[in-house]
C-alpha cells in the first residue's frame, strides 16, 4: 500500500512537472514576433526636414557697351526676409574701356540692394553703389574718384536646378554723378549664376 501511495505521488509530480514547462513559443526569451517589429519602429520618430535657407549667394558680370566699354564682376549674399522681399551686399571688380581717348582703367567698389520678387521668375530691384574709379581724362592722366550710382531696374530669373538660378538684370542709375563715365540712362546689363534665389 506505501508502495503504492509513494508511485502516485511520483507519477503526480511528474505530471504536475511535465505541464509547468512552457512552449518556447510562449517563453520570454523567444524572439520577437515579425508583427510587433514594424510597431517597434513606428514609435521611432523621424527626423524633422530642415527649413529652406533664408540666405543665398552668386555672381554676377556686368557687361556695357557704348562710349565707355564695361566688364565688371560682382560676387554677392543675400538674406530673405520674407518669400518676396530680399536684401543684399555686393562688392565687385570693373575693367572700363574709354573708345574716345584709347586709355582703360580698374575699378572696385561694393553696394546694398534690396529686391522684391513679383513672380517665380520676374524681380524689382533698386541698388545703391559706391565705385571708385581711376578716372581718366582727356591729356590722359588720371585721377581716383568716389562715385555713387543708385540704379533702378528688374531682372528674370531662370530656374536651373532646384536651389540653382539663372539671372539676368537691366540697371538703369538715376543719380547721374558728374563723374559717372556712362551716358545719361545707358542701361547697364548683369548676368549672373544664384544659388537659394
Do not use: C
Request: aromatic residues 12%; negative net charge.
Amino acid at each position: 500500500m506505501k508502495l503504492l501511495a509513494l508511485n502516485l505521488i511520483a507519477a503526480a509530480f511528474l505530471a504536475g512537472g511535465a505541464s509547468a514547462q512552457v512552449s518556447p513559443a510562449d517563453s520570454t526569451f523567444a524572439p520577437a514576433s515579425p508583427d510587433t517589429l514594424p510597431q517597434t519602429l513606428a514609435t521611432i520618430p523621424a527626423p524633422a526636414p530642415s527649413p529652406p535657407s533664408k540666405i543665398f549667394y552668386g555672381g554676377s558680370v556686368m557687361l556695357s557697351f557704348g562710349d565707355v566699354d564695361q566688364i565688371g564682376i560682382y560676387p554677392m549674399i543675400g538674406y530673405k526676409l520674407s518669400p518676396k522681399l530680399a536684401v543684399g551686399g555686393k562688392i565687385g571688380y570693373e575693367y572700363l574701356s574709354y573708345d574716345d581717348i584709347d586709355q582703360s582703367s580698374h575699378n572696385y567698389g561694393a553696394g546694398v540692394f534690396g529686391r522684391y520678387l513679383f513672380i517665380p521668375q520676374l524681380y524689382g530691384q533698386a541698388e545703391f553703389q559706391l565705385v571708385s574709379y581711376d578716372l581718366v581724362t582727356f591729356s590722359g592722366d588720371s585721377e581716383r574718384e568716389a562715385v555713387p550710382f543708385l540704379l533702378l531696374g528688374g531682372g528674370f530669373i531662370q530656374k536651373l536646378s532646384p536651389r540653382t538660378s539663372f539671372f539676368t538684370e537691366v540697371l538703369v542709375d538715376v543719380l547721374q554723378d558728374d563723374n559717372s563715365p556712362y551716358d545719361d540712362w545707358e542701361p547697364r546689363i548683369s548676368l549672373g549664376i544664384g544659388v537659394g534665389f
